[in-house]
Structures are given as C-alpha cells and as structure tokens.
C-alpha cells in the first residue's frame, strides 16, 4: 500500500514536472494592445508629419514619412489580427492630435521613437511572446522591431540630408512585414520572404 502511494506520488510528480504548461496569454494580449495603439498612433503622426514636410518643400522627408507610415499600418493590422486570433475583436486604436513643428524636430521625434520601439519595447515583448509560447505575436512583434531597425537608420540619414536634399525619393514598403526600403525594393523580403513585385512604391 505505502509502496504503491509512492509510486502514485512519484509518477504524479514526474507527470507534473514533464506536462507541457498551459499557455498562457496574459502578457501577450497587453504587449498586443500596447503596440497596436503605439503602431496606429505612428502610423497618424508620420502622416501628419509627410503633409508638413510637404509644406515646407522636403519631398524627401515627405516620402520616408510616408513610407514609414504605411509600414506602422500594416504591423498595427498585423497585432490587430493576432489580438483577434486571441479573442480581443475590438481593440482601441491611437490617436495623433497634435500640430506638427518643423520637419527637422519631427524626424529627430520619429528617430527617437524607432529607437525605443526597436530598442526597448519590442525586445521585451518578443521575449514574453516566447516566455508565453505565442508564435503568431511574436512573428508580428519581429516584423515590427525589423522595419523599426530599418526607419531609426532612414531617420538618421533623412536628417542628415535634410539641410541638403529637398528633393524627391522612393521607397518600397513590404505589404506583410512592413520592411521599408529606400530607391529600390530587394527581390524577396529579407524579413518575410514576400516577392519583390508585390512591394508598394511611395513617393
Ligand atoms: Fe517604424
Ligand atoms: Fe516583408
């Protein structure tokens, strides 16, 4: 009897130790919420800062903020997508109200929060996607922190050339990953793999 209780006990606590754990989604869904209006509200600001670069006669300025807002609106629908997949159907997109200043502050605004975003917030929810065992965030979280990696780099260079360049530019925005591209789009998505033909061009 006490032999066979051990062995209860035993094969109980082994079966505890080897279960799989229930996944959990807790911080996945916050993290999802909170990039989703950071994303939608990027997405609006950029916009607003392409019309005042236009304004001022950066077409350059103009094009990459344009560029970088449809990338920001394509992860905002991706973690939009992945909160659906999780049961949130309805959630709460951000706002940009503001008045933009002038151009130079506003790359020097985007730049400073690419940074954060590609240094700071989604290292953290990728890790937690992975601690949670969620695969579909953390592919959207990627694509994310990969075109944000990308639009720090454009920003700093767009800043640079600002004094210099008020003329025009192209860039190419994968429709899935959001990977932003200056001059010419690469033949598959290095992020997603995407064809080169599917990429859209913004002026
Ligand atoms: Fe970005
Ligand atoms: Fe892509």
Not at 14 to 43: R, W
Not at 164 to 181: L, R
Not at 188 to 194: G, I, S
């Amino acid at each position: 009897m006490r032999a066979g209780l051990w062995t209860a006990l035993g094969a109980l606590a082994i079966s505890a130790i080897a279960m799989p754990a229930v996944a959990q989604s807790d911080k996945t869904v916050a993290n999802l919420k909170a990039a989703y209006i950071g994303e939608s509200t990027a997405s609006a600001k950029y916009a607003a800062y392409a019309r005042k670069a236009d304004q001022e006669g950066f077409g350059a300025a103009a094009a990459l903020f344009r560029a970088a807002s449809l990338a920001e609106k394509i992860h905002a629908a991706n973690h939009k997508s992945e909160l659906a997949d999780l049961g949130v159907t309805d959630p709460k997109p951000g706002k940009y109200t503001a008045t933009p200043g002038a151009t130079a502050a506003n790359i020097q605004d985007a730049f400073k929060g690419e940074t954060y975003e590609k240094d700071v917030m989604y290292p953290k929810m990728i890790k937690e996607a992975e601690a949670e065992g969620q695969d579909g965030a953390l592919r959207s979280f990627t694509y994310a922190i990969e075109a944000e990696k990308q639009h720090a780099v454009l920003y700093a260079a767009a800043l640079k050339e600002l004094a210099t360049v008020k003329s025009k530019a192209t860039y190419f925005v994968c429709p899935v990953c959001g990977s932003t591209y200056k001059g010419s789009a690469p033949t598959d998505c290095p992020v997603c793999a995407r064809s080169k033909d599917e990429f859209i061009k913004v002026k």
